[in-house]
T-cell receptor, first 110, second 116 residues
Framework: EDQVTQSPEALRLQEGESSSLNCSYTVSGLRGLFWYRQDPGKGPEFLFT???AGEEKEKERLKATLTKKESFLHITAPKPEDSATYLCAVHTGTASKLTFGTGTRLQVTL | SAVISQKPSRDICQRGTSLTIQCQVD?????MFWYRQQPGQSLTLIAT?????????ESGFVIDKFPISRPNLTFSTLTVSNMSPEDSSIYLC?????????????FGPGTRLTVL
């Protein structure tokens, strides 16, 4: 059974304090790893897809990387508007089914 | 990416009743999914809504409890039947295809359901 574990569960940063969120996975045949951002009361917002070890993608202050066992979401010089829950999900098998981790709640304070 | 809307955005229902949630997409999409997000938890896939055939349910979810319709490539409904307080969750639809990448799922805004 596919498993996705995210850490830490919660993270509090000061504005400008860079850090990384971790997503470790145990799957049979990874077809893609997805990062989403979810604000309270809203649906997940797509951020990145990573397909193979060594791949990196960037968007503003966010950078996602992938190895054979885990993915990191690096946040550089975060701002309060980056506060949200960040979800990681894996796509395996032939269907488009996603298995989600439990998320990291990020709070960025002034 | 596809623009997805859900109705209602939230509802408070009594135990034993049923609620039908609608999901509308602004373009034709190949695959639609329904997820549940219980309070403080992550997303769990309920079923894949197949156009023109019965939905495919995940382990732990059954058609009698969560009947799904998908009459065309832009619309689906999920019914939560004979509700109990344990059904209080956010229900989300997602789509693959349309104007987005071929394997990326895009999510609707969700329906927040409270069962008393």
């Amino acid at each position: 059974e596919d498993q996705v574990t995210q850490s830490p569960e919660a993270l509090r940063l000061q504005e400008g304090e860079s850090s990384s969120l971790n997503c470790s996975y145990t799957v049979s045949g990874l077809r893609g790893l997805f990062w989403y951002r979810q604000d309270p009361g809203k649906g997940p917002e797509f951020l990145f897809t990573l397909y193979s070890a060594g791949e990196e993608k960037e968007k503003e202050r966010l950078k996602a990387t992938l190895t054979k066992k885990e993915s990191f979401l690096h946040i550089t010089a975060p701002k309060p508007e980056d506060s949200a829950t960040y979800l990681c999900a894996v796509h395996t098998g032939t269907a488009s089914k996603l298995t989600f981790g439990t998320g990291t709640r990020l709070q960025v304070t002034l | 990416s596809a623009v997805i809307s859900q109705k209602p955005s939230r509802d408070i229902c009594q135990r034993g009743t049923s609620l039908t949630i609608q999901c509308q997409v602004d373009s034709q999409v190949t695959m639609m999914f329904w997820y549940r997000q219980q309070p403080g938890q992550s997303l769990t896939l309920i079923a894949t809504a197949n156009q023109g055939s019965e939905a495919t349910y995940e382990s732990g979810f059954v058609i009698d409890k969560f009947p799904i319709s998908r009459p065309n490539l832009t619309f689906s409904t999920l019914t939560v039947s004979n509700m109990s307080p344990e059904d209080s969750s956010i229900y989300l639809c997602s789509v693959v295809g349309g104007q987005g990448a071929s394997d990326t799922q895009y999510f609707g805004p969700g329906t927040r359901l409270t069962v008393l």
